[in-house]
């Protein structure tokens, strides 16, 4: 299979992984025939990539980030919850749940089972579903990124769930922001973003009154925004002010969003994302974190698109889960001539790097 842009997708192509919702129905089956319009109902809907079948590469699969059940029942989770703090908000209740803590420990349990037990560098890229909110898919998305980083820097159990707890409610304060500016399908002027950021505080103020959570996933909320030069908000704290959790989840936050397709900037793919946090490095963020993330994540998407320096194009093949930056590759085609498929690893032609990375289809 192999991972193209919807944009450059053409007629009378088979898709190679179904298109499901967050609620678990498929919406196009695999191996369907896609249409004219059937492409362009996918752009409509905001889908950035999809799998489709290919001759160069049929031996090729792509492993789902995490079970597609496990995704299902925490997305559930995270919109009933977040669906009732929104209700409360609106009759102006003072929101109190004893079961919250214990609701979202139950999802955070499932993802972590699904990132340990996933031997690859994660990556969403391969799961392809259509939303109903991105506040909702958002919070798991970071879930699953934080678990991954928090992995790699070897966090014990029980700093895993308070870091996980931290990550799936980081924007709970989000329900009480105007849908009108939450949904805007476009830029925020400054009066509308100064609304938007409250959303930290909020969320703290939320979380710090909730029995069964500890004020460390309160903190998550209040300091994801939080930078170590000082330049976020809502507080402007720096440095070893901000909490290791909040600084984690900061970043997972950030590539998550630039990874998203919005209606007004289309979608980073993985290595351009990671290329934006590395220049926010010592400034926005810390170094040994980027660094980690990058090692946690597959920067270079299986079935994807690659150019190498020495003038080779190839599919990404498999992961090298160590060293993200270089994968096995399937190389189609040598100085832009068609060449009989061969792989490459890239651990070990250390002289050989991969110098682009698109995800269109070649005869575009």
């Known amino acids: 299979m192999r991972l193209v842009s919807t944009k450059s997708l053409k007629e009378n192509t088979y898709l190679a992984k179904p298109i499901i919702n967050d609620s678990g129905q498929v919406l196009l089956k695999q191996g369907v025939l896609l249409s004219s319009r059937m492409i362009q109902r996918l752009i409509d809907l905001g889908i950035t990539f999809v799998y489709i079948q290919d001759k160069l590469t049929e031996d090729i699969e792509s492993t789902e980030g995490i079970a597609a059940k496990v995704r299902v029942e925490a997305t559930n989770t995270i919109k009933s919850e977040f669906n009732q703090i929104c209700k409360d908000i609106k009759l102006q209740k003072s929101f109190h749940n004893d079961h919250l803590g214990q609701n979202f420990s139950k999802v955070i349990r499932s993802i972590l089972a699904e990132v340990k037990g996933n031997p690859k560098a994660i990556s969403l890229l391969s799961d392809v579903y259509l939303y109903d909110s991105y506040i909702f898919t958002h919070s798991l998305n970071v879930t699953i990124y934080t678990l991954a980083l928090a992995i790699k820097l070897k966090y014990n159990e029980k700093q895993l769930m308070e870091i996980g707890l931290g990550a799936i409610l980081h924007d709970v304060g989000k329900m009480a922001i105007p ?106 963020y810390d170094k040994d974190l980027v660094e980690a993330f990058a090692k946690s994540i597959a920067l270079y998407p299986v079935g994807i698109t690659v150019g190498l320096s020495d003038g080779r194009e190839g599919i990404v093949l498999k992961q090298n889960k160590e060293l993200s930056t270089r994968p096995i590759i399937r190389v189609i085609s040598e100085n832009n001539q068609q060449v009989e498929p061969y792989d490459l690893d890239l651990m070990k032609q250390v002289n050989v790097t991969i110098t682009s990375c698109e995800a269109v289809l070649a005869n575009e």
């Open 179 to 284: 849908t009108k500016i939450l949904n805007k399908p476009g830029r925020l002027d400054p009066e509308e973003f100064s609304i938007i950021k409250t959303h930290a505080q909020v969320g703290y103020e939320i979380l710090k009154k909730q029995p069964n959570l500890s004020l460390l996933t309160a903190h998550c909320a209040f300091q994801h925004h939080e930078r170590i030069n000082g330049s976020g908000y809502p507080r402007g704290i720096k440095g070893d002010e901000i909490h290791p959790y909040a600084k984690i989840i900061g970043i997972c936050d950030v590539f998550d969003a630039v990874t998203c397709n919005r209606v007004y900037r289309k979608a980073m793919l993985p290595h351009e994302a990671i290329e934006l946090l590395y220049s926010g490095v010592g400034t926005l």
